[in-house]
């Protein structure tokens, strides 16, 4: 295995030399693809004899220093050439051959188009550079290629020039003003359907607005289009941000690692956050693309104008632009949805990476490969740090501070500290304990005690603080933790809601004048994240169900009484009892269901109980049989005591036509089948008269619960039906994936033959194989192992092949820790056969090596 060397925030330096201007020339020829680059480099550091380039896989055919030859050579990668001119122009001569970059890094090709990725360290396999974010340079870029194949040629900026070559090929300019590090770089050239629109900035400039498709999907590019527009109107009008350039391009690519990416100009989707038409797309993808647009948008100023100094400082950027795109959402749909769905990705997937061995702070304080670090701590605790800055400065004094931000450090490369002192200038809050949310891993516990005084009419609650070591850090401090509770009286009304800025290792606030025992509301809208400790009754999570003023909170206790109650009854299970529902669980359900002023969406969150995932991240170790039983029975009861509300619930919806409507019967229909077989045909007749992909795949999702012959059936014409659509047939790949039984990998195995099925395809390897380690816990976690060789083995192959995406798949299987002796031994083994690979990524190495440390 390649030599691997972690890297270290603390040993960060400046650059000895940067690049301020660069001109850089294409030839797209397949396999003979030549870069030119001409750098106009300067000296910074006076004392600098050696220039360093990065660079990876390059063939070098000439290196020019001021239009003469210069001697160079290549160190561990780099590329190092002897001067000590205080400024040179650098002319750099490449041969790539995109067609055999199956990672997806740097030029490669998708589907007949080139495209690039950059971000984070890709433009070193363009070009020798500068490679780092902190190295800012004007861009104007050549592209020349055939003409008939390639009649789009797309790069960052405004295009300048274009032109016929003569014999077939023809070239396009592009120039774009602002200053940028490398990784924003972008060029894209195929044949596309286009769909224009523009945009009228409130300055009164008028953007033209361009999203590039497959040839065909045209009527599918709608969605995206006006999710920008939105997007560019929401930026001016909450935040005062106004775009820059006067063209604004999305190109949408079947082959993508990510999501999307938000080079200057030119963003790079992958199809699955562009494409959508109702046949095809569920609500959930609508509103999946509404986000992404947005988020790639919103790094114009968080990220482009204002970037990260070096890669450590990534939530800098990818941590407030998740909250910009969160808030976005949450003002164009539902507050409370939005707000349930980010707290769930903290509670399920980020609080299992703070618990496991790749824990790190969201800015982390080493890294092996940066691709590693795109991570929910990263993005979505970042973005929760951000959250909890805008809980205690307000909406006010945080706009404050992101002026200031932006007056001080637009056009530069800064830290994370950089933003946090805008943020407090400007808002004169004290946020020096509030910075260790920045280098502090791991999930705080925060304990709360309560205690009344009927003599004094005084409520107390003792608030600790605690954060469990983790393998990256062993000493924790007290972390400014905001605390927002509401205080709720015994007929449902509100007494006090405030926030409580919580400091210490241990505190108390006490509540005078409490004429009787109120009910708390703990940690409302989830104000931080940490693991809330509490011990609550049945009877006070009811009454925060029914009473609470939030609607976040209501969902919150409904989950805290179903995971209480699974609980339960797992230690009945080990007591070799029998197991046990609580009637007042089953009749605060029904009451739900009657209720038709409750909003629908939120009610179908209600439903969708906590997932064996989310529950086996509330433990240290878990028996997952035992969990898995005891919540199906769970399930079972509450269903089979609220069926006939959930056939009446379910008949009144089956007739409406709007997002909330659909997820609530879907939520009612996934209980009923979950309960009994009798219900089968409420899936099958819906299924036969859907007239949307949200109906078509809930009815499904409801049968694939367990095997039976109509779910064959239905899954095989679903197939026939889509199988030109290979955004759909990943729907289907997941449906397998996602299926319980025991012998599920002999099916698995076949699939990855399928013609919808491809390594060399991200999406279709996440469709498949990273839904099934990560959402069919049951059966990745089969006993006899053969979940985990199945994961291993794709794992080996995409090591080669695709290590950014082998690297995020492995997920499951380091999370070892948490389960039983017997499983340990395998997942333990598996990893091992992995950590032994010749030729292991960097990116393998370093989740692998830390797993088994
Ligand atoms: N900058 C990233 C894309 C990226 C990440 C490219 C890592 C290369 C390596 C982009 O802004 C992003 O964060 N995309 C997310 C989606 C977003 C809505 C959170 C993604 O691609 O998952
Ligand atoms: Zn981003």
């Known amino acids: 295995m390649a030599q691997v060397k972690a890297k270290y925030l603390k040993d960060y330096r400046a650059p000895d030399h940067t690049i301020t201007q660069v001109d850089l020339s294409f030839v797209l020829d397949g396999a003979n693809t030549q870069v030119t680059a001409v750098s106009q480099v300067r000296r910074v550091n006076d004392t600098a004899k050696t220039l360093v380039l990065d660079g990876e896989s390059l063939t070098v055919s000439q290196l020019l220093v001021n239009g003469q030859a210069h001697e160079y050579r290549e160190v561990e990668g780099q590329l190092h050439l002897d001067t000590d001119l205080a400024s040179f122009e650098l002319t750099i001569v490449t041969q790539l051959d995109p067609q055999a970059n199956l990672a997806l890094e740097g030029l490669y090709m998708s589907d007949g188009a080139y495209c690039t990725q950059c971000e984070a360290e890709g433009f070193r396999r363009i070009t020798y550079f500068l490679d780092r974010p902190d190295v800012l340079a004007v861009y104007s870029v050549r592209i020349e290629a055939d003409k008939a194949a390639f009649p789009y040629l797309l790069s960052n900026g405004n295009r300048v020039d274009s032109g016929d070559l003569g014999n077939g090929r023809h070239f396009v300019c592009w120039q774009d003003p602002f ?113 992404v647009v947005g988020h790639e948008y919103f790094h114009n100023w968080t990220g482009n104008r204002v970037t990260c100094r070096d890669w450590f400082q990534l939530s800098l950027k990818e941590g407030l632009t998740v909250f910009r795109d969160q808030e976005f959402s949450s003002d164009m749909g539902s507050r409370a949805v939005n707000r349930i769905h980010a707290i769930k990705v903290i509670k399920n997937q980020q609080f299992a990476e703070d618990s496991g061995p790749m824990a790190h702070a969201i800015r982390p304080d080493s890294v092996i490969e940066m691709n590693n670090f795109y991570t929910v701590t990263v993005y979505n605790k970042g973005a929760e740090v951000i959250r909890m800055m805008h809980t205690l400065l307000g909406e006010q004094g945080f706009q404050a501070g992101m002026k200031c931000y932006f007056e001080r450090h637009d056009g530069q490369a800064v830290t994370c500290d950089d933003f946090v002192a805008a943020m407090e200038d400007a808002s004169g809050v004290d946020l020096s304990q509030f910075r260790r949310w920045y280098s502090q891993s791991g999930t705080p516990e925060l304990t709360i005690l309560e205690a009344y005084d009927a003599d004094k009419q005084a409520y107390r609650l003792t608030v600790s603080q605690h954060t469990p070591a983790t393998p990256d850090q062993s000493e924790k401090l007290p972390l400014h933790i905001p605390l927002d509770l509401e205080l709720i009286a015994s007929d449902g009304r509100s007494l006090l809601s405030q926030v409580f800025s919580v400091t210490e290792t241990e505190q108390e606030l006490v509540f005078s004048e409490m004429a009787e025992r109120p009910v708390p509301s703990l940690l409302q809208n989830f104000s931080a994240p940490v693991r809330l400790k509490f011990d609550y009754s049945v009877e006070q999570l009811i009454h925060l169900m029914r009473y609470a003023s939030s609607e976040v909170a209501k969902w919150e206790a409904s989950a805290a009484l179903f995971s209480q109650a699974v609980w339960g009854n797992v230690e009945h299970l080990k007591a070799q009892q029998s197991m046990y529902v609580d009637p007042r669980l089953v009749d605060a359900v029904k009451g739900l269901l009657l209720d038709e002023a409750l909003d629908k969406a939120l009610l179908a969150e209600v439903l969708n109980f906590p997932s064996l995932n989310t529950l086996v991240e509330q433990v240290g170790q878990v028996d997952l049989d035992a969990l898995a039983a005891a919540r199906e029975f769970l399930i079972e009861e509450i269903a089979s005591g609220c069926e006939d509300e959930l056939v009446a619930r379910y008949r009144e919806l089956a007739s409406q036509d709007d997002a909330g409507a659909r997820a609530l019967k879907n939520a009612c229909l996934t209980l009923l089948l979950q309960m009994s077989d009798a219900h089968q045909v409420l899936a099958q007749r819906q299924y036969e008269q859907a007239n949307n992909m949200t109906d078509s795949l809930g009815a499904l999702a409801a049968l694939n619960q367990e095997a039976s012959q109509l779910r064959d059936s239905l899954l095989s014409d679903f197939q026939q039906k889509w199988a030109d659509t290979p955004l759909v047939m990943d729907k289907w790949l997941t449906l397998h994936a996602c299926c319980p039984g025991e012998d599920r990998v002999t099916a698995l195995r076949e699939l990855t033959l399928h013609s919808a099925f491809s390594f060399s395809n991200p999406n279709r390897v996440r469709s498949l194989i990273g839904a099934f380690a990560a959402a069919n816990p049951l059966s990745f976690h089969q006993p006899d192992g053969s979940g985990y060789r199945f994961l291993t083995e794709a794992i080996i192959k995409l090591n080669t092949l695709n290590p950014q995406v082998a690297a995020r798949i492995i997920t499951p299987l380091i999370q070892f820790k948490k389960f039983d002796e017997q499983r340990q031994k395998l997942m333990r083994a598996a990893l091992e056969e992995i950590l032994a690979l010749p030729d292991l990524s960097k990116d393998l190495y370093e989740k692998v090596s830390k797993a088994l440390a």
């Open 179 to 291: 200053p940028k590090p490398a990784y924003l770089f972008a060029l894209v050239a195929g044949d596309f359907d286009l769909l224009s629109d523009s945009f009228t900035t409130k300055s009164g400039r008028e953007v033209a607005l361009q999203v590039f498709v497959d040839k065909g999907n045209l009527h599918k590019a709608h969605h995206a289009m006006l999710s920008l527009k939105k997007s560019m109107a929401w930026d001016e009008s909450r935040f005062d941000l106004e775009y820059d350039l006067d063209i604004y391009m999305i190109v949408a690519v079947d082959f993508f690692n990510m999501g999307a990416m938000e080079n200057k100009g030119l963003n790079v989707f992958n199809t699955k956050y562009v494409l959508a038409d109702k046949d095809s797309a569920t609500d959930e993808d609508y509103h999946g693309i509404e986000s």
